[in-house]
């Protein structure tokens, strides 16, 4: 098995991505709107300060999930002898930022490890499919095992009066380490939805009882944690519809 290998330049592409989607993290959790003036006062204001440490915040725990994730499928391709590659997706990220700021919603899509190989079988692509969602479930544990031994707190005044104790945000404060453990559960998550081009579709597949078992230890987990609830499967489950029928619309 060949090293991971990461160029200059794929070092700066997934630095680019991992700033990128943080910042746009930071901007729909500080609850700024471009509409009445509270996006232009979080950068000309003392908020200043505070967005910067929810930005840090973010790169932790969203940047941290999103790279240690697509490592996972590259090197899960390395593996198996292919050739994989980060690829900035710079429409993606402009997308994103602007979603973030004119709709205060978050589409995803800084970029991704692109596999060259001449020959990639089925149950090894939805390994290799599987390997960046696993990464996921283990921040988890780990942010969730630091939550225990050395908590985090910090309280910020975008999240007074906030309650989202699910996320790690309550009584003004975010608790860094259950805020990236639920962040890194909703990655996986999200990921699992079996619609192309999602990991989920590669991994249901080459084998519909591994979806499900994987599915399963996901959503146990955050149970478990206390990271989700019965609104989020909900959620999920039309996030999972919606994202089958667009899937089925743009690929057939």
Known sequence: MEGIDLSADEVFQIGISVLAISFAFALIFSGASIYDGTLLKLFTSSH???FFVLTVVSIVSVGTGFVLHEMGHKLAAIYYGAKARFVMWTKGLLFMLFTAVF???LFAAPGAVYI???KIKKRENGIISLAGPIVNLLIVLVFMGLEAVAPIKIYLSFFNGVPMEGFGISGGAIYVWRFGAAINLVLG???MIPAFPLDGSKVFDWSKPYWALFLMALIGTGLIFGLIGI?????????????IVLSKMAFG
């Open 231 to 243: 609104p989020y499967l909900i959620m999920w489950v039309i996030l999972l519809i919606i994202a």
């Open 48 to 50: 200043r300060g505070e």
């Open 103 to 105: 709709f205060g919603v």
């Open 116 to 118: 060259f190989a001449d």
């Open 189 to 191: 998550l999200f990921n």
